[in-house]
């Protein structure tokens, strides 16, 4: 989804915000160990969200666990993935799909369910990565945590599933508003709320 295509979204879909960590880079051999998902009303202020520690079945590299803080022993007692899966798909529902680098949330998500032998959502997507570089071309960089430096925006617990939906939609809120040249002022009164 490009900027014109959110401009058409825009005040009519609801969307879904969604971010994983995970026990490494791969979705074949790796496994999701944190959901974070945050809906949004058509206008992007929060509306719900879901926030599960799973556990991944396996343990998590320790260089995804120095990144996350996210440990076996955090895990071990939570439900499985597989059983975790049909109340996501479920807050999906219909939702456009939001995330930061897309493609590798949505390939953790389509290995998961293909694993627990469901189907993958076919919703819309955008990718607020692409929707930033668009809007606001020239940035030093696009990593997510970096564009909430850019932008001001309070990034919580970095590297944590909600928190990390939680920034990706405040970016949203401002790609919506560069493509759709909403008054700083009056998106704010609907901007995603905060924990």
């Known amino acids: 989804m490009d900027l014109a295509a959110l401009r058409e979204h825009w005040g009519r879909s609801v969307f879904t915000v969604l971010d994983f960590e995970t026990t490494g880079l791969d979705p074949r051999e790796d496994r999701i160990c944190e959901i974070g998902a945050v ?15 799973v556990n991944p079945g396996r343990p998590i590299h320790p260089e995804a666990s120095r990144v996350s803080g996210i440990t076996d022993e955090m895990v071990r007692d939570a439900p499985a993935v597989e059983s975790a899966l049909p109340d996501l798909l479920a807050f999906l529902g219909d939702s456009v799909i939001v995330a930061h680098n897309a493609s590798f949330d949505l390939g953790f998500l389509a290995a998961a369910a293909r694993r ?5 959502p076919a919703n819309p997507v955008a990718d607020t990565r692409d929707l930033a570089r668009e809007a606001f071309p020239g940035l030093p960089s ?4 970096r564009l909430a430096g850019s932008f001001g925006l309070a990034p919580g617990n970095a590297h944590r599933a909600c928190d990390d939906a939680r ?29």
């Open 167 to 195: 920034t990706c939609a405040r970016l949203l809120v401002l790609c919506a508003q560069a493509a759709s040249g909403i008054p700083a002022g009056d998106a704010e009164s609907e901007s995603p709320g905060t924990p």
């Open 39 to 53: 809906r949004l009303t058509p206008t992007g202020a929060e509306s719900a969200s879901l926030d599960l520690l």
């Open 116 to 120: 627990a032998g469901l189907v993958a």
């Open 142 to 145: 696009y990593a997510l945590q």
